[in-house]
T-cell receptor, first 115, second 115 residues
Framework: AQKITQTQPGMFVQEKEAVTLDCTYDTSDPSYGLFWYKQPSSGEMIFLIYQGSYDQQNATEGRYSLNFQKARKSANLVISASQLGDSAMYFCAMREGSGAQKLVFGQGTRLTINP | GAGVSQTPSNKVTEKGKYVELRCDPISGHTALYWYRQSLGQGPEFLIYFQGTGAADDSGLPNDRFFAVRPEGSVSTLKIQRTERGDSAVYLC?????????????FGNGTRLTVT
């Protein structure tokens, strides 16, 4: 069963604008973690931000923030003041707290920042 | 400090041949993961090691795939009788612990091409 869904195959945004990348997830485990990774054309996977299921506040890391809506099972990534270097594939991933230790990834969203 | 190292970075082999892909995790990281990423897709889980033992090998597609981590550090992914469908980027990741909030640190991957 698909546990992570990213419905936007591609996004195009003007430089300096904010962008929201969507992610919904499915789990019955009350303990879980949500991650966002960036993969530039060079292929490396870069960890951006983490949100725990019990965290009361939305996670933030510099220009990245996570809009966590637990009841809707969504964990959207918000990038403020986008830069040309933000152009990349972005993956949402989830790890469930009980048993499974693997990260399950979504299909990704290709973000293109236009000058 | 050094990140996750994967060798070779590229491997071209003929259908039916045997290949070995190597992963050197970050020093001290006890958890090691192998993923496979096809073009335009998210990483797909293959196997996870905690120390020397394979804690979860549920993602290995068939018995042609095997992985070892004999001393709890370096790991080798072995593919027998390669098929053209095995062509993908094989990603290795490590983590210092397996708490739900521990991010995975990825290597740059091995691009395998089966001709």
């Amino acid at each position: 069963a698909q546990k992570i869904t990213q419905t936007q195959p591609g996004m195009f945004v003007q430089e300096k604008e904010a962008v929201t990348l969507d992610c919904t997830y499915d789990t019955s485990d009350p303990s879980y973690g949500l991650f966002w990774y960036k993969q530039p054309s060079s292929g490396e996977m870069i960890f951006l931000i983490y949100q725990g299921s019990y965290d009361q506040q939305n996670a933030t890391e510099g220009r990245y923030s996570l809009n966590f809506q637990k009841a809707r099972k969504s964990a959207n990534l918000v990038i403020s003041a986008s830069q040309l270097g933000d152009s990349a594939m972005y993956f949402c991933a989830m790890r469930e707290g009980s048993g499974a230790q693997k990260l399950v990834f979504g299909q990704g969203t290709r973000l293109t920042i236009n000058p | 400090g050094a990140g996750v190292s994967q060798t070779p970075s590229n491997k071209v082999t003929e259908k039916g041949k045997y290949v070995e892909l190597r992963c050197d995790p970050i020093s001290g990281h006890t958890a090691l993961y192998w993923y496979r990423q096809s073009l335009g897709q998210g990483p797909e889980f293959l196997i996870y090691f905690q120390g020397t033992g394979a804690a979860d090998d549920s993602g290995l597609p068939n018995d042609r795939f095997f992985a070892v981590r004999p001393e709890g550090s370096v790991s080798t992914l072995k593919i027998q009788r390669t098929e053209r469908g095995d062509s993908a980027v094989y990603l290795c990741a490590s983590s210092p612990q397996t708490l739900v909030g521990s991010p995975l640190h990825f290597g740059n991957g091995t691009r395998l091409t089966v001709t």
